[in-house]
């Protein structure tokens, strides 16, 4: 089967053909008769191929007609285009000749202004370019004869950027978005934009396999197919696949969370929730785990294997690191730490190593792969691809010049500060005490800790030691060199039930000695905060550090309601997966007044409130999902507080029509960060134990994630990690 692309009318390739051969300009007000000549011997020469016409018009190079354009126009186009298959394939003859009308950006705009098309054209319903369906056929248009299909991304050039270089869509994104399409009728063409092809087989296939047939798979078995793809592909074990089932979800997942070509050296947070230490730590099992399978695969296996795994894997980890180390570089530099130079020396090796990945890729089976990944991918200025991959600035500080405070540098977790501060500040009235670090019994990690570092070339040897008993330090001396300047203690509670209830302080003092300097010294307050025991036989969520952080598919109840529920779509997402309700089909397509729908119930424990004022603030993750069913049914969610008020939340903003709504575009929008934040505030809050409920109004609503924030919320990309929870 032929058939161009949403762009390219009556079997032409526009503008290429249409600039070699095409007379005039572009323009349907001035010169339609030659636009319709054109087409003329477009459809002339498919006619004795099985052919699939785009019909309609946009303009010269995939871009929106000009602001003139109005829907009378494209019907005479329309129109017109209809006569010229009537002229080729004869007046009833046309009727059956497949074609479609690609609802694609401005497209959608004429659609809902009031356009129409005749009954047997396809109606192709387009995504964001995001893998995000913008609209689905409605009740009312689901008896169409030519009937409707989607136009669907896992690759894009545009805004807010471009996304081609390595795979970075989730096989349980696009099942979660296609079978939806399914059960709306939106069936009688899919079309995959996957621009370069290499890095997106995979992805692929399960498209057309989905598409072949839909009701083969479910949330509960799509993993299925990656396992038997690995089987056939490598010749592994069952066992074996499996592990690669987790590989390849993972390295999705990580990618999906932005897209590489959006990265930056602050995406995850350098300081808080250990984040992007966490980040790199998930990179480098998943490089592990990879590189096992690799290494132990036969010789005949190896070439496919790193192409379609251990390449995505090992490139992809390696723009991680060499993004979150440009970061650390940065922000050491400002804290005047020798090791500084370290790190922009390592950046420097994954820039370097970006290449050396791409060229061990080109160089497989004597070339057979040459040039496939050669798309640039670093050094992103605009939405459009860089002419060559620059690395981002790192910084270097005087290695032989001593800091202005002295040879030790001490920097607790949680800070962008330096200790001690330059006398310098002081001199001009900054306020500059000692710092503070806190721990909680419930806090996700069950230490802290505090980084010595070299603040110039002298040598240091430097002690630990606390004024309380109950302090653990991991290390209570070292040495810090030029060679080694670095150095992490690690604090911690010997025994929690040693301490009282309330906030328990000590003062950890950090001494340093060298031969050439007088000794220094750094003081650290370390407070344990122990809120009260919990009651006897409390299953929940407990309160950590002032924050609540539960993932969607840990509720404590699931509750249905008319043969409907909440059902994990597992993998999916930016942390651990997706919930969203079941069934979809159109026979419960189904509204619920708030409060009413089925629900999800999160039991947790909190001691505390915003300063003490009774309120707290829950925080939804949402999946950055369009309203694609009708106008009067927005997607929609309700939550409430322990049989509180109900909140209805609508999260997606109403976009003007072929438009992408506030919020979504630009660098930091949500289809960006692959994620919508929706939040619900409560009042008059009390210390004990809670319920929160999340219940369904309108179907097709995916949440992720939910942070309930007591006081002490921290900036971060993917959100707090998950908080202590009794089962």
């Given at each position: 089967?032929l058939?161009?692309?949403?762009?390219?009318?009556m079997?032409?390739?526009?503008?290429?053909e249409?600039t070699?051969?095409?007379?005039?300009?572009?323009?349907?007000?001035?010169?339609?008769?030659?636009?319709?000549?054109?087409?003329?011997?477009?459809?002339?020469?498919?006619?004795?191929?099985?052919?699939?016409?785009?019909?309609?018009?946009?303009?010269?190079?995939?871009?929106?007609?000009?602001?003139?354009?109005?829907?009378?126009?494209?019907?005479?186009?329309?129109?017109?285009?209809?006569?010229?298959l009537?002229?080729?394939?004869?007046?009833?003859a046309?009727?059956?000749?497949?074609q479609?009308?690609?609802?694609y950006?401005?497209?959608?705009?004429?659609?809902?202004?009031g356009m129409?098309v005749?009954?047997?054209?396809?109606?192709?319903?387009?995504?964001?370019?995001?893998?995000?369906?913008?609209?689905?056929?409605?009740?009312?248009?689901?008896?169409?004869?030519?009937?409707?299909?989607?136009?669907?991304?896992?690759?894009?050039?545009?805004?807010?950027?471009?996304?081609?270089?390595?795979?970075?869509?989730?096989?349980s994104?696009i099942?979660?978005?296609m079978?939806?399409?399914?059960?709306?009728?939106?069936?009688?063409?899919?079309?995959?934009?996957?621009?370069d092809?290499?890095?997106?087989?995979?992805?692929?296939?399960?498209f057309?396999?989905?598409g072949?047939?839909?009701?083969r798979?479910?949330?509960?078995?799509?993993?299925?197919?990656?396992?038997?793809?690995?089987?056939?592909?490598?010749?592994?074990?069952?066992?074996?696949?499996?592990?690669?089932?987790?590989?390849?979800?993972?390295?999705?997942?990580?990618?999906?969370r932005?897209?590489?070509?959006?990265?930056n050296?602050?995406t995850?947070?350098?300081?808080?929730?250990?984040e992007?230490?966490?980040?790199l730590?998930?990179w480098?099992?998943?490089?592990?785990?990879?590189?096992?399978i690799?290494d132990?695969?036969?010789?005949?296996?190896?070439?496919?294997?790193?192409?379609?795994?251990?390449?995505p894997?090992?490139?992809?980890?390696?723009?991680?690191?060499l993004?979150?180390?440009?970061?650390l570089?940065?922000l050491?530099?400002?804290?005047?730490?020798?090791?500084t130079?370290?790190?922009?020396?390592?950046?420097?090796?994954?820039?370097?190593?970006?290449?050396?990945?791409?060229?061990?890729?080109?160089?497989?089976?004597?070339?057979?792969?040459?040039h496939m990944?050669?798309?640039t991918?670093?050094?992103?200025?605009?939405?459009?691809?860089?002419?060559?991959?620059?690395?981002?600035?790192?910084?270097?500080?005087?290695?032989?010049?001593?800091?202005?405070?002295?040879?030790?540098?001490?920097?607790?977790?949680?800070?962008?500060?330096?200790?001690?501060?330059?006398?310098?500040?002081?001199?001009?009235?900054?306020?500059?005490?000692?710092?503070?670090?806190?721990?909680?019994?419930?806090?996700?990690f069950?230490?802290?800790?505090?980084?010595?570092?070299?603040?110039?070339?002298?040598?240091?040897?430097?002690t630990?030691?606390?004024s309380?008993?109950?302090?653990?330090?991991?290390?209570?001396?070292?040495?810090?060199?030029?060679?080694?300047?670095?150095?992490?203690?690690?604090?911690?509670?010997?025994?929690?039930?040693?301490?009282?209830v309330?906030?328990?302080?000590?003062?950890?003092?950090v001494?340093?000695?060298?031969?050439?300097?007088?000794?220094?010294s750094?003081?650290?307050?370390?407070?344990a905060?122990?809120?009260a025991?919990?009651?006897?036989?409390?299953k929940?969520?407990?309160?950590?550090?002032?924050?609540?952080?539960?993932?969607a598919?840990?509720?404590?109840?699931?509750?249905?309601?008319?043969?409907?529920?909440?059902?994990?779509?597992?993998?999916?997402?930016?942390?651990?997966?997706?919930?969203?309700?079941?069934?979809?089909?159109v026979?419960?397509?189904v509204?619920?007044?708030?409060?009413?729908?089925p629900s999800?119930?999160?039991?947790?424990y909190?001691?505390?409130?915003?300063?003490?004022?009774?309120?707290?603030?829950a925080?939804?993750?949402?999946?950055?999902?369009?309203?694609?069913?009708?106008a009067?049914?927005?997607?929609?969610?309700?939550a409430?507080?322990d049989?509180?008020?109900?909140?209805?939340?609508?999260?997606?903003?109403?976009?003007?029509?072929?438009?992408?709504?506030?919020?979504?575009?630009?660098?930091?929008?949500?289809?960006?960060?692959?994620?919508?934040?929706?939040d619900?505030?409560?009042t008059?809050?009390?210390?004990?134990?809670?319920?929160?409920?999340?219940?369904?109004i309108?179907?097709?609503?995916?949440?992720q994630?939910?942070?309930?924030?007591?006081?002490?919320?921290l900036?971060?990309?993917?959100g707090?990690?998950?908080?202590?929870?009794i089962?």
């Amino acid at each position: 089967m032929l058939l161009n692309s949403h762009q390219e009318p009556m079997m032409r390739s526009t503008p290429n053909e249409f600039t070699l051969y095409g007379n005039g300009t572009w323009d349907y007000t001035t010169n339609a008769a030659n636009i319709k000549d054109y087409w003329l011997k477009g459809t002339q020469r498919a006619k004795n191929f099985e052919s699939v016409y785009t019909v309609g018009m946009r303009g010269f190079g995939d871009l929106p007609l000009s602001p003139e354009t109005n829907v009378q126009l494209l019907e005479q186009v329309m129109a017109d285009q209809t006569n010229i298959l009537k002229s080729v394939y004869g007046d009833q003859a046309a009727e059956q000749v497949p074609q479609i009308w690609a609802l694609y950006k401005e497209v959608e705009g004429y659609y809902d202004a009031g356009m129409t098309v005749p009954d047997y054209v396809t109606l192709l319903w387009s995504d964001d370019n995001w893998g995000n369906i913008r609209r689905l056929p409605l009740a009312s248009e689901r008896g169409r004869s030519g009937g409707a299909g989607v136009y669907y991304h896992v690759d894009y050039v545009g805004s807010p950027r471009d996304f081609k270089w390595i795979t970075s869509t989730q096989i349980s994104k696009i099942y979660e978005q296609m079978t939806l399409a399914v059960e709306r009728d939106a069936t009688r063409l899919w079309i995959l934009n996957v621009g370069d092809l290499k890095p997106y087989e995979r992805e692929t296939e399960f498209f057309l396999n989905l598409g072949w047939n839909a009701t083969r798979w479910t949330a509960d078995n799509v993993d299925s197919y990656v396992a038997t793809w690995a089987q056939r592909e490598f010749g592994v074990s069952a066992s074996v696949a499996n592990i690669i089932v987790d590989i390849v979800g993972n390295l999705t997942r990580y990618n999906s969370r932005r897209k590489p070509e959006l990265l930056n050296s602050t995406t995850y947070s350098l300081i808080n929730y250990r984040e992007a230490d966490t980040v790199l730590a998930e990179w480098g099992a998943l490089k592990a785990a990879s590189t096992k399978i690799y290494d132990s695969l036969s010789s005949i296996y190896k070439p496919a294997f790193f192409q379609l795994v251990q390449h995505p894997v090992l490139a992809s980890a390696n723009v991680a690191n060499l993004l979150v180390t440009v970061g650390l570089n940065n922000l050491r530099a400002s804290q005047a730490r020798l090791s500084t130079n370290i790190l922009a020396d390592q950046a420097v090796e994954y820039f370097e190593g970006d290449f050396d990945l791409e060229t061990q890729y080109h160089q497989l089976l004597d070339g057979k792969w040459d040039h496939m990944m050669d798309q640039t991918h670093l050094g992103y200025y605009y939405w459009q691809q860089p002419m060559t991959n620059s690395m981002p600035a790192v910084n270097r500080v005087q290695a032989k010049k001593q800091a202005l405070a002295g040879v030790m540098r001490i920097v607790p977790e949680g800070t962008n500060g330096a200790w001690p501060v330059a006398s310098l500040l002081t001199f001009h009235g900054y306020s500059c005490p000692p710092p503070t670090i806190v721990i909680d019994r419930y806090s996700t990690f069950s230490n802290i800790y505090i980084d010595v570092g070299a603040g110039g070339p002298t040598p240091f040897t430097f002690t630990v030691a606390s004024s309380a008993p109950w302090v653990s330090i991991s290390t209570a001396k070292e040495s810090v060199s030029p060679q080694n300047p670095e150095q992490r203690v690690y604090l911690s509670v010997k025994d929690w039930h040693s301490l009282s209830v309330g906030t328990n302080t000590a003062t950890i003092t950090v001494n340093a000695i060298s031969d050439k300097n007088p000794p220094l010294s750094v003081s650290v307050t370390f407070n344990a905060n122990k809120p009260a025991d919990l009651p006897g036989g409390f299953k929940g969520f407990v309160e950590g550090s002032g924050v609540i952080s539960m993932e969607a598919a840990h509720a404590t109840r699931n509750s249905t309601v008319n043969g409907i529920a909440w059902k994990e779509l597992p993998g999916y997402g930016r942390t651990l997966s997706g919930v969203t309700t079941f069934p979809r089909d159109v026979s419960h397509d189904v509204s619920f007044s708030a409060g009413t729908g089925p629900s999800l119930e999160y039991d947790f424990y909190s001691f505390n409130t915003i300063s003490n004022s009774g309120n707290i603030t829950a925080t939804i993750y949402v999946s950055p999902s369009w309203n694609a069913g009708e106008a009067s049914r927005p997607l929609a969610f309700a939550a409430q507080l322990d049989g509180g008020a109900v909140q209805a939340k609508q999260f997606f903003p109403k976009p003007k029509p072929g438009d992408v709504p506030g919020g979504w575009d630009g660098n930091d929008g949500f289809v960006a960060n692959n994620i919508i934040t929706v939040d619900a505030q409560f009042t008059g809050v009390l210390a004990g134990k809670h319920t929160f409920k999340i219940s369904a109004i309108e179907p097709a609503v995916v949440i992720q994630k939910i942070v309930i924030n007591t006081g002490g919320i921290l900036p971060s990309y993917l959100g707090p990690p998950q908080s202590f929870l009794i089962k």
